[in-house]
């Protein structure tokens, strides 16, 4: 630039103008008029370079700023710039695809121009003569191999009909029979409950009732838990429980109970199912005060335990249900109650909610003696049954053996008619 070349020669004129003055100092005293002269003209060429230094100063400040307002503006340029390499690349590339729809059509046009010369619509075809020899025969109805296509057509269905047939076998593991549990479960099976045909709730047992292959599956069940071997003390406290609802834990529980206390065991039958527990209408009772109501500390046990009209079997109800029933079962009143009924009962009996419905089971499980999982034929999932000991497993649960309900009568049937002597009307249930 201009500016930097005065001011480089100032400074080169001032060096040789102090040079000069030195020169000058040798030889003369600091106020001669040549040394004054002297000193003047470097005043001025100093003035003159701190112009150009300014100056330069101010040119280069400008350009500073230039340069940042430049910097500045770079991202909206950029943005500017990539939206028309945006609009650009779009419109290459509808470029492209009209090209290649072009070309296409080219070729197109070109192959039916060739197919047209191939092709000449003009030319006279000779046609040849026909002679008729014979007259044609009447025509007949003709199916080809309908033996072949009836075998085959009932080889593809039999086929498919086998594979629908395993395809369900493999996707429903509902238990059917006793060989399904013994192959799939390696617990003990304590009884088969056959199944009841009855319209509504299922009666509860009483003496003298005339259901004889229902009695004596329940006697079955207790002669398993009286003279099952244990090593210590014999359990007293025994939970009822299944995978899923509707599976006959509560019927089994509930006669079970009976069937012992008509044996003249002091049996205690707990409610423990505080969401949709129903004991208390098999003997026309209210839900309240029960067990919800002892665990809370609402009421103390000795209004909860209530006498039932079956000698020997005490009774205590759901209680008033709550939002969360499962933290009573985590409690100290329910350690406290275990105490309590222990020594004064040889069995109590807990009926509990299904294990996968909610956590209340897996919650009081642990803390009772034994547990008796029940299991329903032609309803209850293998896989869910499995899932279910599984979890009672982990809550260090001791489940003793298994209870099969819903089983099909023809088994008794047949020892019934085979021995009818030993099913005859009138034998008390004990």
């Known amino acids: 630039m201009q500016s930097e070349k005065d001011y480089l020669q100032a400074k080169q004129q001032l060096s040789l103008l102090k040079a000069q003055r030195d020169e000058f100092a040798k030889v003369l005293r600091p106020k001669h008029p040549q040394i004054v002269e002297m000193n003047d003209k470097i005043s001025e060429q100093e003035t003159l370079i701190a112009s150009y230094r300014a100056q330069s100063v101010e040119t280069l400040k400008s350009s500073r700023d230039a340069i940042k307002t430049q910097i500045d503006n770079l991202p909206s340029v950029i943005k500017e710039w990539d939206a028309k390499a945006l609009l650009l690349s779009e419109r290459l590339a509808e470029y492209n695809r009209i090209k290649a729809n072009l070309d296409r059509s080219k070729s197109l046009y070109d192959r039916l121009v060739n197919n047209l010369q191939d092709v000449n619509v003009t030319r006279n075809v000779d046609q040849d003569l026909v002679s008729i020899l014979a007259k044609a025969s009447p025509a007949q109805p003709i199916i080809p191999g309908l033996v072949l296509m009836l075998v085959l057509g009932g080889s593809a269905g039999l086929f498919v009909g086998i594979a629908i047939l395993v395809l369900m076998d493999q996707i429903d593991d509902r238990l059917s029979s006793a060989i399904d549990l013994q192959s799939g479960f390696t617990e003990r099976i304590l009884a088969q409950i056959p199944n009841q045909k009855q319209k509504g709730p299922l009666e509860p047992l009483r003496d003298n009732d005339s259901r004889h292959e229902f009695s004596e599956s329940l006697r079955a069940l207790r002669s398993s838990l009286l003279y099952m071997p244990f090593e210590g003390e014999r359990p007293k406290t025994l939970l009822i429980t299944s995978a899923a609802p509707n599976e006959g834990k509560t019927t089994i529980a509930l006669n079970m109970a009976i069937t012992m206390a008509l044996a003249n065991v002091r049996v205690l039958l707990v409610d423990a199912d505080l969401r949709r527990g129903s004991l208390h209408q098999s003997f026309n009772r209210s839900s309240e005060p029960g067990l919800s109501d002892l665990l809370s500390g609402k009421a103390p046990p000795e209004k909860c335990i209530l006498p039932t009209s079956i000698a020997n079997l005490d009774l205590i109800t759901r209680g008033l249900p709550g939002q969360h029933p499962g933290e009573l079962f985590l409690g100290p009143r329910l350690n406290q109650f275990l105490r309590d009924v222990y020594p004064s009962y040889e069995y109590v009996i807990f009926d509990s909610s299904p ?68 099913y005859g009307v009138g034998k008390s249930v004990a």
Do not use: W
Not at 364 to 380: E, T
Not at 417 to 422: I, N, T
């Open 355 to 422: 294990v996968m419905a909610t956590d209340d089971t897996s919650s009081l499980a642990p803390k009772l003696d034994a547990a008796i999982f029940v299991v329903r034929f032609s309803q209850s999932s293998a896989r869910l049954s499995r899932k279910a000991l599984e979890q009672l497993r982990d809550r260090q649960t001791n489940v003793i053996g298994l209870v099969c309900n819903g089983l099909s009568r023809g088994h008794h049937e047949y020892y019934h008619y085979k021995y009818p002597e030993y």
